[in-house]
């Protein structure tokens, strides 16, 4: 299980895998009883690795080469075992010495018994309040806890703290089924404990997640796994029966679905580059009951996909860094590098700038990230703007979040809900 472990997070690390590709694999590789524990190792190794990577160069004489990084993996793994999850001594340093041969480094069993012994003979190592250095203090890197700083100067400790802690699992209702309350006693028929998802219409946050399979009415289409500020986009986009529809980068589909579920006689189009996520949208929607038309296309180039109609609605839930998700995809810390911002803030212009000549007049765009950073949001929205005076903004008049330029930015954490930006723009008529 360790050496399962530390390599899904060697890949991470040391490959740039994401997390969402290296583990489901894993986690199918080994007892259905065991993958708890390897879930929890490998998110929870992820969450904390730069910290724990700090107090290794505190205890070791010599870092480990690059070629180990397997074990640099185990290491964080045998550290969090000891940090959070109150793992008895003797077990941790069994398993993880243990795991060095599976590893095929026999060698490093000395090396892995004497480190997770010191911390065991003093486990205030691992108290971040000891911690001088900022990115072991907040296991996040230096250059994401001072653009997040910068942006959000009187938050930033929030949201990086919010970014540590395990986000809880929320359900969408399948409207069309049935309404919030009676779902939610369904559940408690079932043993399980909800509470309604604050600002959204038909969400509900479980009090311990469970097997999607564990979920009543799950394979008849009655409820979906969606974060609650991703609930909020169906509702801010407020599309009406018949309206012609894009959801522009629709993989994996949770916002398609609940365009749908919420709204009868859309004519939507669900399209996306990734053919593999576009997959996903397809099961989803064969789950829940619904149909759009599902494209394979590279939305920048409407000529090779567009047919010249326009829409009423478009959503774009634009690619971005997903620093608002941190939470539930912690491997974004390793993963995202500084200049990445600058790309994806250049990307979500041009994307900006191609769907917003495929709205029909009067109609809205909702312009969408799971990102806190403001490059990709607000100013991105300004750029636009001032080259756009037949856009308008629609402000939302909501109580979640925070006034963001032209939109408004809900943080990770609050509101129990994932970090998101949404800003509402209606195509207006400047001819009188
Ligand atoms: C934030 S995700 C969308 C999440 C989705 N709306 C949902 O709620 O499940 C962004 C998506 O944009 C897609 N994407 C990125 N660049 C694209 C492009 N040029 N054309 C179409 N889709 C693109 C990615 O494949 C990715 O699936």
Redesign the pocket.
Known sequence: MRAEAARVIAAVVGRGASLSTVLPPALAAVAPAERGLLQQLCYGSLRFGLRYRAVLGELMSRPLKARDVDLEALLWVGLHQIDALGMPPHAVVHATVGACRLLGKDWARGLVNGVLRNVLRDSAVLDPERMSDVQARHAHPDWLITQIRHDWPAHWEAILAANNRQAPMTLRVNARHMDRAAYAARLRDDGLESHPAPHTETGLILASPVAVDQLPGFQQGWVSVQDSA?QLAAPLLDAAPGMRVL?A???????TAHLLERTTDLDLVA????SA?LQRVQDTLSRLGLTAEIRC????MPETWHDGRPFDRILL????SATGVIRRHPDIKLLRRPADITNLAGRQQA?LETTWNLLAPDGVLLYAT?AVLRAENEAVLSAFLAGHPEAVVEPLVTTWGHLAGAGRQNLPGEDEADGFFYARLRRVSLHR
């Open positions: 991703a959801d980068c629709a993989a994996p589909g949770g916002k399209l996306d580059i990734d996520r296309a590279d939305l920048s839930d634009a690619p971005c994307l799971c």
